[in-house]
């Protein structure tokens, strides 16, 4: 991605102040692509980090991992969890671990290729760090800026799939005519984005959905 569409693209995300990624524009614009591929680098890390430790309650998949522990022994740990992402030192460490973490306990289900992908941008962050003789050009932090803009509506704890599913459901039983047409849009747009498998699940829950709405009477269209 230029950094002409990127520069927009935080704008209309509002990101546009954020002190990682004004660093990261800074550095590109004066051929320091190391460093500016590890300011954007961070700033993505530190977006999931965020994200993290906004969300109320424990992420389903996580509970999964710890089935058969007790519920306070679940709060203690995913609360040691959170604890972990605020140390100065090992934050970023620890929010990879979520990122790397297998698809059936990854928080954010993310896909084994996405995960893939995450690790060669992180390999790539080290070089950086390291000043390994590794080339990292123009082309290879506007392909990181890609990831960022591809990645971001796939960071949501539980998972696109069962976000997409709710938010359908939301959608077909309390959004107004007026407002119908925006928020199908926009759901379209954030499932199109998904993969094949994931496209599949979704549709094929939307229409066992219908179907129980007009078995019970409970469709409003």
């Known amino acids: 991605m230029e950094i002409k569409k990127f520069k927009q693209w935080l704008i209309e995300n509002e990101y546009e102040e954020d002190e990682l990624f004004v660093q990261s524009i800074k550095c590109f614009q004066i051929e320091a692509y190391k460093a500016a591929y590890l300011y954007s680098y961070l700033a993505l890390i530190n977006y999931i980090k965020e994200i993290i430790i906004g969300y109320h309650g424990i992420p389903i998949p996580f509970l999964e991992k710890i089935k058969g522990k007790t519920d306070n022994d679940k709060k203690a740990i995913w609360k040691k969890k959170i604890n972990d992402l605020n140390l ?105 984005l998904l993969q094949y498998d994931d496209r599949k699940e979704v549709f094929v829950s939307i229409i066992n959905y219908l179907e129980e709405c007009i078995h019970t009477n409970d469709y409003e269209g």
């Open 88 to 192: 100065d030192d090992k934050w970023e460490e620890n929010t990879w671990n979520f990122i790397n973490e297998g698809k059936e306990t990854n928080i954010f289900k993310l896909t084994d290729s996405v995960r893939v992908e995450f690790s060669q941008k992180k390999n790539l962050r080290n070089s950086c760090v390291h000043n390994k003789k590794r080339d990292v050009s123009s082309a290879t932090v506007e392909d990181l800026w890609d990831f960022i803009t591809y990645v971001k509506p796939l960071l949501v704890i539980n998972g696109t799939v069962e976000m997409l599913i709710n938010k359908f459901k939301k959608i077909i039983k309390f959004t107004d005519q007026k407002d119908y047409e925006e928020e199908i849009d926009i759901f379209y747009k954030q499932y199109i």
